[in-house]
């Protein structure tokens, strides 16, 4: 075993971009805040995967 630099560092920025998206997202929605957030992460073909962030977009009063 042992770590692929590169290849974690690849996920880490996957995961920040989808996470940057949601949030304009919610902005877009006119949400204050997300909150559950969650991250998912598959294959898709070979060779190439998807980073996946969700939660639930919320509206302060």
């Given amino acids: 075993g042992g ?3 590169e290849y974690t560092q690849l996920a880490a920025d996957s995961r920040e971009e989808a996470y940057f998206r949601m949030v304009k ?3 877009r929605l006119g ?3 997300v909150v559950g957030v969650r991250f998912t992460t598959s294959m898709i073909m070979q060779g190439a995967s998807e980073m996946l962030a969700f939660g639930t977009a919320v509206k302060l009063k």
């Fill in 31 to 33: 949400a204050d805040a």
């Fill in 3 to 5: 770590e692929i630099e």
């Fill in 25 to 27: 997202d919610a902005e």
